[in-house]
C-alpha cells in the first residue's frame, strides 16, 4: 500500500493517541464552536499541524471522541485527515459547507453527499481515484436517521468538488445539474477517496450557504438564519456523538 512512498503518515513521540471516533470541522469557524464545546466537557488540547485537536479520552468519558479542524481545501484537508488516521481515528463524520446547484436545494439545507464527481487534484494521488467512491453507507443512514428525528430534513446525493470556486461556471453548473449533481464543495472527493484507501468509515454532514442554481451567484452564509442553524447543527451532531458512533 505504501511501495514507493517517501513521506508516509505516522505518529510521532509525543503525539496523542486517539479516540477511534471524531468530528472533522472544516472550516475556521466550525473547528472553533466544536473546540470551545469539548473544552468544556474537559477535553484536552494536542498539537496538529496547521489545525486543532482537542480530545475526550476514556478516562474522562464513557464516550471518548476528538474534533479536529480547520482544515480549508483538498490539500490540506486529506493532510489533516491522513494525520487522524495515523494517530487511531476510524470512524470520522465531517461538517462543512456546500453550494447548491440544485433549485430543490436552498441556503440551510442539509445536504449528506453520497458520491463525487472530482475536479480536485490531490485524490489522483491515490489508488483507487476516479472510482466512483463516496461516503460511508451505515454512518450516512445515522446521521440520517438522526437528522429526522431532530426535525431536519436532510437531502442525500451526489456532490461536485472543486480546486477553484472563483472559476465555476454557468455551463458547469448546468451540465452538472442534468448528471444529477446537487452541490460543490472542495473537500468531499478527495477526504472520501483517503477513507477508503486507509479503510475507515467517513461521512460528512453539509450545510448549504449559498446558491448557483440561481440566474447570479446567491451567497448565504452571512444571514442571520444561516448562521444560527450552523452553529444548531454543530452542537447537535456533538451532543449525539453516543449514537452516532455507536457500534452495531
Known sequence: ?????????????????????????????????????????????????????????????????????????????????????ALGATKVIVYGWCGSLHPELKTGDILLPTTALSEEGTSSHYPGHGQD????????????????????????????????????TRDKVNRYTAQGILAVDMEFSAITTVARFRNIELAAVMLVSDELWRTTWQPGYKNKNFIRKDKTLISLLLEHNPILFKNE
Not at 133 to 139: A, D, E, F, H, M
Open 133 to 168: 467512491l463516496g461516503s460511508s453507507p451505515k454512518l450516512r443512514e445515522k446521521l440520517v436517521n438522526l437528522l429526522y428525528r431532530e426535525g431536519w430534513t436532510p437531502r442525500e446525493g451526489r456532490i461536485w468538488t472543486t480546486d477553484a470556486p472563483y472559476r465555476e
Open 1 to 85: 500500500m505504501t511501495d514507493g512512498i517517501l513521506i508516509n503518515p505516522q505518529s510521532e513521540p509525543g503525539d496523542p493517541r486517539l479516540p477511534s471516533n471524531g468530528f472533522f470541522n472544516i472550516l475556521p469557524s466550525q473547528a472553533r464552536q466544536a473546540d470551545q464545546w469539548l473544552s468544556q466537557l474537559g477535553g484536552k488540547p494536542k498539537f496538529l499541524f496547521n489545525s486543532h485537536l482537542r480530545l475526550l479520552t476514556e478516562k474522562d468519558s464513557p464516550n471518548p471522541f476528538f474534533v479536529a479542524g480547520p482544515a480549508v481545501g483538498a490539500p490540506m484537508a486529506v493532510m489533516t485527515l491522513e494525520k487522524l488516521i
